[in-house]
C-alpha cells in the first residue's frame, strides 16, 4: 500500500516475487521455444536430405529402369544410383557420413518413392 511514507517492506517482498515468477516462466518459455526450433532445424535438414535421395531415384526409374513397378517394393541403393551419376551426398550437419536406400512401388497407378537415410543422430522411421 502506497502511503506518505513510500513502499513497505511487505509491498516489496510481494512485488519482487511475482517478478521473480514472471521471470522464470520468461525464461522456461524462451528455453523451450530454442529447442523446439533447433530440433525443427535439424529435422528439415534430414528430410532436404531424404528428398533429394527421392529425386535422384525418380530420375533412374523414369530414365533407366528398365522393369515396369508393381505394388511390390524395389529397393535402389546409392551404389545403383553412382553407376548412373546419380548419387547424392549424404552427410549430417557436422560433415559425418550417412547412409541411405531408397524403395519405391507403384499403386493404383501413382508412383510411390521413399528415401530412408541412417545418421548418427537421425534415422528415417522404419529404416
Not at 502506497?2 to 522464470?24: D, R
Not at 528430410?47 to 517394393?73: F, R
Request: proline content about 1%; overall charge negative.
Amino acid at each position: 500500500m502506497l502511503n506518505k511514507k513510500g513502499w513497505g517492506l511487505v509491498e516489496m517482498l510481494v512485488l519482487t516475487g511475482v517478478l521473480a515468477i514472471f521471470l522464470f516462466i520468461a525464461i522456461f518459455l524462451i528455453y523451450n521455444a530454442y529447442r523446439n526450433l533447433d530440433t525443427s532445424i535439424s529435422n528439415n535438414y534430414y528430410h532436404d536430405l531424404e528428398n533429394k535421395l527421392e529425386e535422384q531415384a525418380a530420375i533412374y526409374l523414369d530414365k533407366y529402369y528398365d522393369e515396369d513397378l508393381t505394388s511390390d517394393y524395389v529397393t535402389i541403393t546409392r551404389n545403383v544410383l553412382k553407376v548412373y551419376d546419380l548419387d547424392v551426398t549424404l552427410s549430417d550437419p557436422s560433415g559425418k557420413a550417412c547412409d541411405g536406400y531408397i524403395k519405391a512401388n507403384k499403386t493404383k497407378g501413382v508412383i510411390n518413392i521413399d528415401g530412408y537415410i541412417k545418421c548418427a543422430n537421425y534415422t528415417t522411421t522404419n529404416y
